[in-house]
């Protein structure tokens, strides 16, 4: 026999295991473990308003260019110039970084226009693309295709927006478009790109009037949460009202019943919200809502007046595929307001960032709640909420949480301040990077914990793939699980397109005594997983690997 023979022999007379779908997932004991801080960078220059993970595992992020001088000059002794800025019309700084997550280093990079308060999501072949911001920055579209030789940098397209977006919320959508919704004052959407008969289409944006119904005094309705459904159909959250809809007809389907207790969970009483994992091992794929913290109605006001209320301490959790949808409540263990929900490579929910007291914008957080709270979604209702250690670093207002490919969760940013402000102020403005590693990330875990040799780089709808992995000590196949997470555009404590998807697993063959080959099916369809780059991810026993690329396609 050739050794190819061989191989392939060995191959197909190892031990191949059909695994059942209904296999329960069980957790490790976590063992009292809460997780760890590490500080990345004292100072990147900038407050960390946004920020999105690239494929390239760099990190883009920026806040707004009319803040005056940051502490980061821009290369080669650029400047912009700006006669509309309204702080700095000769500015030699860096309002934008590359933070390359590999290095711990960072590069300036060059932004025109305002950026204030903007949105943004990628492209199926992973280019940013980031919509408005203020003044004028409003309806210009910047791009960012990451380039690996520093010589990348911002793409301007002036007035390529037909409404102002300030506050908006973008979704990438089946088709691949990007769709930009809302933004202050602004009850209509539209579409990145123009469709292709722009130019004589009389309509480049469509009116949108749950906006206008939901905006109250406080306006708190701004970047309203959406979430893409696996009918293709847009989750949209804003204030207390929620709704089905139709995009491409311009049609609300239908109205969800309000969250309980008629608190706005929307800026500037921001809480956070998350499409839990969609489960394609299931019969059929639910997809349920998640929305966590906010603040009372009358917060922003008051805090105007500093009085400074408690922030919010229910979530809710909506089946929105149910006959009856209804809203099921819980406490956190930590009231929050400005806190970041984020998919971990488990499928729990980690809730970071943000503050006891007030709302979002400027000074009006007290009380930073330094303490993350991890939500396992498909335990039992008692102890489904795990504190963790607390940071050292208030990170309230223009701070944002990513996770990366390697599990941990990446925190920064906190301005409440309309300049960089370090001195006499209760807050000042934090330009440095911290990382927060959860519990699995601990050492004890590394007997089980699985690692990723190599899979497929692309990922086919229904097509069946591969992943070959290792696992130190035995593998038990009823708790492994693959799993796709898209990274999401976060600012404001939510996260835009964020989603992760639960591969279906077709078998496991062992390999040699420590190394396997799992075969799996790639998503059902673009409505469940849209097309571009995700990070996959194996979970075995509760602790997950490092994540590997993957374009869907
Ligand atoms: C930022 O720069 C200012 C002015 O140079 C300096 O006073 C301040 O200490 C710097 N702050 C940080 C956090 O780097
Ligand atoms: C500044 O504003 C004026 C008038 O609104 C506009 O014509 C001009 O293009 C703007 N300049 C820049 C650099 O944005
Ligand atoms: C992705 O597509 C956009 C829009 O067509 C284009 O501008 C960009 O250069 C493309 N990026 C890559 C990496 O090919
Ligand atoms: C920082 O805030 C304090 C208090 O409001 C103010 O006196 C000071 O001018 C501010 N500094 C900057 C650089 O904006």
Redesign the pocket.
């Known amino acids: 026999m050739t050794s190819t023979t061989i191989v392939l022999f060995l191959l197909l007379t190892s031990i191949v295991i059909l695994l059942s779908s209904t296999s329960s997932q069980t957790l490790p004991p976590y063992s009292g473990f809460q997780g760890e801080w590490r500080l990345l960078q004292t100072s990147i220059g900038i407050s960390a308003m946004h920020m999105q993970l690239l494929a390239t595992d760099e990190v883009i992020i920026f806040d707004r260019t009319d803040f005056g001088q940051s502490n980061l000059s821009l290369p080669g002794r650029r400047c912009r ?4 800025d309204t702080v700095l019309r000769v500015d030699c700084t860096a309002h934008s970084i590359l933070y390359h997550v590999n290095t711990n280093t960072f590069w300036p990079l060059m932004v ?2 305002d950026t204030w308060c903007s949105s943004g999501s990628v492209l199926p072949n992973g280019t940013l693309v980031q919509t408005g911001g203020y003044n ?1 920055g409003d309806h210009v579209i910047r791009t960012f295709t990451p380039c690996l030789d520093g010589t990348c940098d911002w793409v301007e397209f ?1 007035n390529y927006l037909s409404q102002r977006r300030w506050y908006a919320t973008n979704q990438i959508l089946p088709e691949g478009r990007i769709i930009v919704i809302g933004g202050r004052r602004q009850f209509n959407y539209e579409f990145f790109p123009h469709s292709s008969n722009y130019a004589s289409s009389s309509q480049n944006f469509f009116s949108f009037r749950f906006l206008r119904e939901t905006t109250d005094q406080s306006e708190n309705n701004l970047y309203p949460f959406v979430h893409l459904l696996p009918d293709g159909n847009l989750f949209i959250f804003a204030n207390t009202r929620s709704i089905l809809l139709d995009y491409t007809q311009n049609h609300v389907i239908k109205e969800f019943p309000r969250i309980p207790g008629g608190d706005p969970r929307n800026y500037p009483s921001s809480g956070s919200s998350v499409l839990l994992p969609l489960d394609e091992n299931k019969a059929s794929i639910e997809a349920e809502i998640m929305v966590c913290g906010g603040a009372p109605q009358d917060s922003f006001s008051s805090a105007s007046q500093g009085t400074f209320t408690s922030a919010v301490h229910t979530c809710g959790r909506l089946q929105v595929g149910a006959q009856n949808p209804n809203w099921i409540m819980e406490d956190m263990p930590i009231p929050r307001v400005m806190g970041d929900m984020l998919l971990l490579p488990t499928g729990d929910i980690i809730l970071i960032n943000g503050a006891g007291l007030g709302t979002a914008g400027w000074e009006r957080g007290r009380a930073p709640v330094l303490t993350p709270v991890i939500y396992r979604p498909t335990e039992h209702f008692v102890g489904r909420f795990l504190v963790m250690s607390p940071s050292s670093r208030p990170r309230l207002y223009h701070s944002s949480a990513i996770l990366l490919r390697d599990g941990r969760v990446l925190v920064g940013g906190n301005n409440p301040h309309t300049n960089y402000n370090f001195t006499n102020v209760e807050y000042p403005t934090d330009l440095s990077l911290e990382a927060f590693s959860p519990p699995y990330l601990s050492d004890e875990y590394n007997l089980v914990r699985p690692s990723i040799l190599s899979t497929n780089g692309i990922v086919r709808y229904k097509e069946v793939f591969w992943v070959t992995f290792t696992v130190p000590e035995y593998l038990s196949v009823n708790v492994l699980s693959v799993r796709i997470i898209m990274p999401p555009f976060t600012t404001h404590s939510f996260g835009m397109n964020q989603r992760m998807v639960v591969l279906k697993l077709i078998g496991v063959t062992r390999l040699t005594p420590d190394s396997y080959y799992v075969t799996v099916v790639g998503p059902s369809k673009a409505e469940v997983a849209p097309p571009g780059y995700y990070m996959l991810f194996m979970v075995h026993a509760g602790i997950p690997s490092s994540g590997t690329w993957v374009n869907v396609q």
């Not at 110039?81 to 509309?84: H, I, K, S």
């Open positions: 110039y700006d006669p509309n025109q226009t004028d002036p």
